[in-house]
Nanobody, 122 residues
Framework: QVHVVESGGGAVQPGGSLRLSCVAS?????MAWYRQAPGKQRELVAV???????DYVESVKGRFAIYRYSMKNTVYLQMNDLKSDDSGVYYC???????????????????WGQGTQVTVVP
């Protein structure tokens, strides 16, 4: 099974930026970033599909960008203008679940990583 390792999190002030990385041990295709805030369920935040189509939860549109370089096993999440509500543990996997009005059913194809903690505090 393909494993993923997330990194790049940290503590930043509101308005700051971080770039998260998701490195897979094998080939990956459609990917997503998830966020789990304390006491809440893990939620889809950003999705990258096939030929480069992307989608984002409304709260991060215009601030976050999910991307990968062609034929690479790494997916990134550039996060700008961070807000306190962006805090949580970020994970990557294939898209599964609801994002705005869309439902993704790719299944969680990869073994979950440990995630990377993002903390936005004044």
């Amino acid at each position: 099974q393909v494993h993923v390792v997330e990194s790049g999190g940290g503590a930043v002030q509101p308005g700051g930026s971080l770039r998260l990385s998701c490195v897979a041990s094998g080939n990956i295709s459609d990917m997503a970033w998830y966020r789990q805030a304390p006491g809440k369920q893990r939620e889809l935040v950003a999705v990258l599909i096939g030929g480069g189509g992307t989608d984002y939860v409304e709260s991060v549109k215009g601030r976050f960008a999910i991307y990968r370089y062609s034929m690479k096993n790494t997916v990134y999440l550039q996060m700008n203008d961070l807000k306190s509500d962006d805090s949580g543990v970020y994970y990557c996997n294939s898209p599964e679940g609801n994002l705005n009005s869309r439902h993704f059913s790719y299944g969680h194809r990869y073994a979950w990583g440990q995630g990377t903690q993002v903390t936005v505090v004044p």
